[in-house]
């Protein structure tokens, strides 16, 4: 059975164990590289930090009690959006289930915060995320993202939410 944990600053352990693994495992899909977030980068008052990013919510996904996956989402102030940022599922994880539940997670987060928009970036190889997107509704604004450290930029999805 699929669990979701909503996280605090406190739960900072859990979270840096769960995302160095995702960093390790798909350097590909983020912005952030591992090296950015060991050595010197790798501090408790950084990872709080991440976690404490205002109007914020970042969820642990447990598979048998076992953390295997991780989303956050966080309100836009300039324009009432939500960002979608940081989903990773564990490869042995991959295909329950998981990353639905974390996306549609963010996307009621999103709605019970009054946003009008859930918006993301993806890698362009990253067929498996770009279908998990389609299904819940997000579709290809067409717009570029962030360059990513191969070269390769971002593609930005969207979702609109609709209010009642």
Avoid: C
Avoid at 77 to 84: E, I, S
Avoid at 88 to 99: D, I, P, Y
Avoid at 101 to 121: D, K, N, Q, S, T
């Amino acid at each position: 059975m699929i669990e979701l944990r909503v996280l605090t600053p406190d739960d900072w352990v859990r979270w840096r164990e769960l995302r160095l693994v995702a960093l390790a495992d798909a350097p590909y899909a983020f912005a952030s590289a591992l090296a950015d977030w060991q050595g010197d980068g790798d501090r408790e008052e950084r990872w709080r930090a991440r976690l404490s990013i205002p109007d914020s919510y970042h969820v642990l996904a447990e598979l048998g009690g076992r953390p295997v996956g991780m989303v956050s989402g966080v309100l836009e102030p300039r324009d009432g959006a939500v960002d979608l940022i940081s989903l990773w599922v564990a490869e042995e994880a991959r295909g329950q289930g998981v990353g639905d539940h974390l996306v549609r997670a963010v996307v009621h987060w999103a709605v019970r915060r009054g946003a009008e928009v859930v918006r993301l970036a993806v890698t362009p190889g990253n067929v498996h995320a770009v279908a998990l997107y389609r299904r819940h509704g997000f579709g290809d604004t067409g717009q570029l993202g962030d360059q990513m450290p191969d070269g390769q930029q971002e593609r930005l999805l969207v979702k609109r939410l609709h209010a009642g």
